[in-house]
């Protein structure tokens, strides 16, 4: 533009003599232009030069090709490796998909939307996934409700990503009781067919863009809203919190509550080698010792958050994992994989693949408190002791009252009273009345001839 | 010159902003190209920063858009207890997803399903491709063949998506040098994982079956989903032969192309019991007779091509699983899983979870021959 400017301008100069303080303006000014154009090339050059460099190096950093299909919409390209999920992954706008499988879970929703509400972690780059199977309650209604409650949220940020809900019964023969649940013998089939519906639900909601999976059981009753930071700035591939639950205080009032979490030791190994192909291990029953560190008794309720120790089996109540684990293949064997199966064999099954596993000893959430059978029938009796103690002293207060009215001394009003009432009975002066009865049964001996009088015997 | 450099000097001494709007201007620049896009913070928990970020200094997304069309509230629901995987698919609208890892493209595979008989619109199709200069071409060859089929109206599948790997692959100069059984056990584990990765990524809640067909099939009967879905198994393995001419005859001829699909034998079992736990058994090297009776022998060209047999291990050609076969945890393991690996494995695994696996031995598919 300088160049042309000046160009225009000299011929001018030459052809018209008599303006020469013109000119020399004309010249200053010219040379303004042509500095300020200068500079404006410098930038736009500049820029061009940025963004070639930043083309060239984009093109080193990632060499790979990328199609372009925004013209067709059915067609859609993702490059994994966008995807792999680091540190801080809330900073680099990377997607959870969170993972909650129900059963018969209507009373606990309240407590974990509270929850929900509340975590710290961007809401719009988590997704959520549910499973519901076998509900007797009104799991599913309860479940929309609330979901529908937070995604209507006046405060956007509140409102989550994606959500599916899948819905698939797997006919759990196993009641959902305590007991039910935690008896040695239900064990094994329990585990797997809990294997088979976690499955049902990473498979079908985990998409190419998720970089982490979060799995949260509905009945936990205490955890910190920064759990998914807290769990991913360890940057594991695997990684559990410890689990405790409260406890009334006639029981004490806390114990570790999730023994699935463990480092394998000798002693589970060579219990493993004697047991047959389709055995099941499970933590914490006297029918398996195996002697392996529980991730929950090395809690110190003192001790750095922070702190992490390898694990081989892990629990399902809180796991958070870089989405590559489950794409790549790691799942909840339904089957027994070295002997475990559900969360404890994808633990193993992590491992094995090539994946750290990692639990922290000293960061704990807590389990809502379940009484057991034993649990339920102390507090039967006590429960019911409270009723009799009470039905007792409600007895004994009128007990006490009847006591004291039965041993009243009424001599002295009977004695001024008494003439009162035998005046009342002498019947001697009363009017005599007379009633004529006849024709009565007249009425009556008319009807019995259509009419069968009832069968009445004074006798 | 001195006037001016003068005149440069006094410009700048006189409008100082004509210095300082380019620089700003630069820096500007910069922090859009550079630094972090935005910083929208959220104040909730001084614990971790919520300022964003953007990953690495140059990268930049470019894939798909994330989270479109979604429904009111961003709320789905679906009832897998309705899915049905049923010999009657078609009839029944069963959808079907194809896979395929591709290192190369070949137009006969892509030619080959756009044949298919089978509803397109129940059909989705998947893809990935290595992380290479093989991936790069492979992948502009399908984007081609895609828009190619978008422009002549010929695209009426449900949905397409192409993954790129982010697990490594052996580079194909490589593969020559090392000793074969070494390389085998390699490249399988990395096969497994690709094959996970984009199954997982790609099996919808809507998936009745989950067709498996490598790049390299380029010809197979066009019924070929109706054909095998039809047997309603849970697993089941069309037979992979090759053309070829025959250089006695110089006529066309067919010859058996995978090994993979066999049936278990003594022998198998007496070599893996004898393997160290990170050891494999593989088909096809002399040094390991396993004596297996290999599907690819049974083939009778006057037999019945519905013709079952049982098998044990599968290789992964052209393959038709129930998706709940997956959805139940079977997939390629990319360890050695009882001594087997990748699609040898899976089959392994898919019986472990109590399905039984089948092959048919008279129903033919051809192999790419270069
Ligand atoms: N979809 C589905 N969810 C289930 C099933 N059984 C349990 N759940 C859910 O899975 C989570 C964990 O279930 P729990 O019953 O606590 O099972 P658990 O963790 O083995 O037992 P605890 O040790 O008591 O925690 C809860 O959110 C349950 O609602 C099932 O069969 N299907
Ligand atoms: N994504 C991906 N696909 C691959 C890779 N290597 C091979 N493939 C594809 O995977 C399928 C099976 O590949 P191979 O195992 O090499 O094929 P094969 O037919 O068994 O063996 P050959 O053809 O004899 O090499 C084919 O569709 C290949 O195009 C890889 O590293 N990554
Ligand atoms: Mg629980």
């Known amino acids: 533009m300088s160049f042309s400017m000046s160009q225009i301008l000299s011929p001018y100069d030459y052809k018209d003599h008599g303006k020469e303080s013109l000119n020399k303006k004309a010249i200053i000014s010219s040379v303004k232009t042509a500095l300020k154009s200068k500079i404006l090339y410098g930038v736009v050059a500049i820029i061009v030069l940025v963004a070639f460099v930043k083309a060239q190096i984009s093109a080193f950093s990632s060499p790979v090709y990328t199609p372009n299909f925004s013209k067709i919409p059915t067609v859609q390209y993702f490059d994994l490796d966008h995807y792999d999920g680091s540190a801080n992954g809330w900073q680099h706008e990377e997607r959870v998909l969170f993972c909650v499988p129900l059963r018969d879970a209507a009373p606990h929703l309240p407590m974990f939307f509270g929850h929900m509400k509340n975590l710290t972690y961007p809401h719009n780059l988590i997704d959520l996934a549910f499973l519901v199977s076998d509900s007797s309650d009104d799991t599913m209604g309860e479940l929309q409700k609330h979901l529908k409650e937070v995604q209507t949220d006046p405060d956007t940020s509140k409102r989550f990503g994606e959500i599916e809900i899948f819905e698939k019964d797997f006919g759990q023969v196993i009641g959902q009781g305590f007991s039910d649940r935690h008896g040695f013998a239900a064990q094994g089939p329990r585990r797997k067919l809990m294997a088979r519906a976690r499955n049902w639900l990473w498979t079908v909601a985990i998409k190419p863009y998720h970089s982490h999976v979060y799995w949260r059981d509905a009945d936990v009753e205490t955890v910190p809203p920064t759990i998914l930071e807290d769990l991913m700035h360890h940057d594991k591939d695997v990684i559990v919190p410890n689990v405790w639950r409260p406890l009334p205080d006639w029981l004490g009032n806390q114990q570790p509550y999730d023994l699935n979490s463990w480092q394998e030791s000798d002693g589970g190994l060579s219990l493993a080698e004697t047991l047959d192909e389709d055995a099941c291990i499970v933590e914490g029953y006297v029918e398996y010792q195996t002697w392996r560190p529980h991730l929950a008794y090395l809690r110190d309720p003192y001790g750095d958050p922070e702190v992490e120790m390898e694990l081989d089996g892990i629990g399902g109540v809180s796991i958070l994992t870089k989405a590559k684990v489950f794409r790549t293949g790691a799942h909840f064997p339904a089957f027994s994989f070295e002997k475990h199966a559900e969360t404890e064999a994808f633990g193993k099954l992590s491992k094995r693949m090539g994946y750290s596993v990692i639990g922290l000893p000293h960061y704990v959430i807590w389990h809502i408190y379940e009484p057991s059978s034993d649990d339920l029938k102390h507090m039967e009796w006590m429960a019911s002791e409270e009723i009799r103690q009470k039905e007792e002293a409600k007895i004994k207060k009128v007990y006490d009252k009847v006591w004291n009215k039965a041993f009243e001394d009424v001599q002295d009003v009977w004695r001024s009273e008494k003439n009162m009432f035998l005046k009342n009975t002498d019947m001697s002066n009363v009017r005599r009345i007379q009633v004529d009865w006849s024709g009565v049964d007249d009425n009556l001996d008319k009807q019995s001839n259509d009419k069968k009088l009832a069968d009445f015997s004074p006798e | ?370």
């Open chain 2, 1 to 370: 010159m001195v006037y001016i450099k003068n005149q440069y000097i006094r410009y700048i001494r006189k409008k100082p902003l004509s210095l300082i709007a380019p620089i700003s201007v630069l820096l500007l620049v910069y922090f859009y190209f550079f630094a972090a896009h935005g910083s929208s913070s959220s104040s909730s928990g001084n614990k971790y920063s919520y300022k964003k970020k953007s990953r690495g200094l140059f990268a930049k997304n470019r894939d798909s858009v994330i989270l479109k069309n979604l429904p009111k509230n961003h709320i789905s629901h679906y009832d897998l207890n309705k899915l049905s995987t049923s010999a009657d698919s078609l009839a029944k609208k069963e959808e079907v997803l194809i896979l395929t890892p591709m290192s190369r493209f070949t137009p006969q595979y892509w030619d080959n399903i756009q044949k298919l008989t089978y509803e397109h619109s129940l059909i989705s199709l998947g893809f990935i491709l290595p992380r290479n200069k093989d991936g790069d071409v492979a992948l502009k060859h399908l984007e081609e063949a895609i828009k190619d089929a978008k422009a002549a109206n010929q695209l009426k599948y449900k949905k397409i998506t192409i993954l790129r790997q982010d697990t490594n692959s052996l580079n194909s100069q490589l593969e020559k040098d090392r000793h074969a059984l070494n390389v085998q056990k390699e490249r399988r584990s990395m096969m497994a994982l690709a094959r996970n990765s984009l199954l997982f990524t790609t099996i919808a809640p809507t998936t009745s079956w989950i067709l498996w067909l490598d790049a390299d099939i380029v010809e197979t009967p066009a019924g070929l989903i109706q054909d095998l879905t039809s047997h309603n198994k849970p697993v089941i393995s069309a037979n992979v032969y090759q053309r070829y001419e025959d250089e006695s005859t110089q006529q066309p001829s067919i010859r058996p192309y995978d090994f993979n699909n066999w049936v278990e034998s003594e022998e198998g079992l007496k070599i893996a019991a004898g393997l160290a736990d990170d050891e494999i058994v593989v088909e096809g090297y002399a040094e390991m007779a396993t004596y297996r009776p290999l599907m690819a022998h049974f083939y009778d060209a006057k037999g019945d091509v519905h013709t079952e047999m049982q098998l044990d291990g599968v290789g992964g050609g052209a393959v038709m699983v129930k998706a709940d076969v997956h959805r139940d945890g079977a997939m390629f393991p990319s360890f050695p899983f009882y001594h087997l690996i990748e699609t040898e494995g899976f089959a392994k695994m898919a019986k472990r979870l109590g399905y039984e696996v089948f092959g048919l031995p008279n129903y033919l598919v051809y192999h790419f021959n270069e």
